[in-house]
Structure formats: structure tokens, C-alpha cells
Nanobody
Framework: QVQLVESGGGLVQPGGSLRLSCAAS????????MGWYRQARGKERELIAT???????YFADSAKGRFTISRDIAKNTVHLQMNSLKPEDTGVYYC?????????WGKGTLVTVSS
């Protein structure tokens, strides 16, 4: 089982930036996809961004042009750089990894965008 630990959340003003990080550890075979989901209060968890082992990326429409995702395969880490943050970006951000077909999730890190 892969363990994922997120960091980097916090309170930021609208228009500000945050960088989320996630480190994978444990019994890792070969992580193909890593990414980030977001869950706002009272809403379902939604996919924000993913990156594959060959660095192909996907972004939700809400993240395009503002967020970037990067990955260090050797270190089993993934980062989400979030710029021009909006209040609607508020939520718990969960790191995700698919290792040999098995999905794993972190416990989440809270991002609050508010003035």
C-alpha cells in the first residue's frame, strides 16, 4: 500500500498563490498517475489535475491557466502550484496516486482563499 502525505495548505488572500506538495512512501511498485482532487464543503470530491509517469498532464477547466502540476519520479513526489487563487478554490486538497492499478489517497490539506 502506498502512503501519501500532503503539505502546503493554508490561508491565502484572493489572487495569491500556494504550492501543495505530496510525498509517496511505502510499498511502491510503479506509480503511473499522481494528481490532486479537491473537496469543497458540501460538495463532491472533484478532480483538479493529474500527471502521468511520462509527464502528460490534465487539468480541470477550473484550474487551466492558473495551476501547474509537476512531479519528481525519483523522489515519488508531486506538486501543485496554484496561482491567482479564488475563493471558490477553497477546499480540502487530496493527493492521489495509482500504483499498478491500485488507488491511494492522502488525508488532505486545507486551502482557504479568503480576504
Amino acid at each position: 500500500q502506498v502512503q501519501l502525505v500532503e503539505s502546503g495548505g493554508g490561508l491565502v488572500q484572493p489572487g495569491g498563490s500556494l504550492r501543495l506538495s505530496c510525498a509517496a512512501s511505502g510499498s511502491i511498485f510503479r506509480i503511473n498517475v499522481m494528481g490532486w482532487y479537491r473537496q469543497a464543503r458540501g460538495k463532491e470530491r472533484e478532480l483538479i489535475a493529474t500527471i502521468t509517469s511520462d509527464y502528460k498532464t490534465y487539468f480541470a477547466d477550473s484550474a487551466k491557466g492558473r495551476f501547474t502540476i509537476s512531479r519528481d519520479i525519483a523522489k515519488n513526489t508531486v506538486h501543485l502550484q496554484m496561482n491567482s487563487l479564488k475563493p471558490e478554490d477553497t477546499g480540502v486538497y487530496y493527493c492521489y496516486a495509482n500504483d499498478a492499478g491500485v488507488n491511494s489517497w492522502g488525508k488532505g490539506t486545507l486551502v482557504t482563499v479568503s480576504s
